[in-house]
């Protein structure tokens, strides 16, 4: 799981409520991804960002929102207009510079919404 | 925007044999990732091939890459029960080599 960190493991949530995952990491790295996951299933570009204050929505943006005010933050928020959020969240970083950049991924956290 | 298309999408053998997974894209690419998935963790990196390489090796991994059929191939051999996990080939979207798109998996069992 390298420098990133992902907090809380598991959540879970009430219909209805935002919720707010964490993404940290040491890797000096500029570019931070969340991707979802569900069951049996490749990963899906939330929103991406390439370097601080800026981010991108990425093939499933809707119901979701992100912010990046420090390089090593990159927290994800699952708002109540999100239809369906129970499935795994992943976070990843990449060092920006380049065109070949393998990412780093997080350990996951499993939202469940009760 | 599914890019990248893994084949079997599982896959069961026994310890010691060969494992050999294939990864079809659509567009033109500079590189091709793959990645391994152990149950309910995050994603690790296993290694990247470049447009211009055919072939890369790194320890029991060794992966192929023709460009004009648009496919890659990920072997493992002499496979370990340790080695079961679900193994993604990614490659960037058209336009952006530093985002990825993935495929859906291939599940690959290793039977002591």
């Known amino acids: 799981d390298g420098g990133i960190t992902q907090s809380p493991k598991y959540l879970f949530r009430k219909e209805g409520q935002n919720v707010t995952l964490s993404c940290e990491q040491n890797?000096?790295?500029?570019?931070m991804y969340w991707y979802r996951q569900d069951p049996g299933q490749g990963l899906r570009l939330i929103y991406y960002?390439?370097?601080?204050?800026?981010?991108q929505k990425g093939d499933i943006a809707e119901g979701y929102s992100v912010s990046r005010e420090k390089k090593e933050s990159f927290p994800l928020t699952v708002t109540s207009a999100q239809k369906n959020p129970t499935a795994f969240y992943l976070c990843?970083?990449?060092?920006?510079?380049?065109?070949?950049?393998?990412?780093?991924f997080g350990p996951g956290t499993r939202l469940t919404v009760l | 925007s599914q890019q990248g298309e893994e084949d079997p999408q599982a896959l069961s053998i026994q310890e010691g044999e060969n494992a050999t997974m294939n990864c079809s894209y659509k567009?033109?690419?500079?590189?091709l990732q793959w990645y391994r998935q152990n149950s309910g963790r995050g994603l690790v990196h296993l290694i990247l091939i470049r447009s211009n390489e055919r072939e890369k090796h790194s320890g029991r991994l060794r992966v192929t890459l023709d460009t004009s059929k648009k496919s890659s191939s990920l072997l493992i051999t002499a496979s370990r029960a340790a080695d079961t996990a679900s193994y993604f080939c990614a490659t960037p979207p058209s336009g952006s080599a530093r985002q990825l798109t993935f495929g859906s998996g291939t599940q690959l069992t290793v039977l002591p």
């Open positions: 960002s390439q370097i601080v204050n800026d981010f």
């Open positions: 990843a970083s990449s060092i920006s510079s380049g065109d070949y950049n393998e990412q780093f």
């Open positions: 567009t033109s690419i500079n590189n």
């Open positions: 890797l000096n790295h500029d570019a």
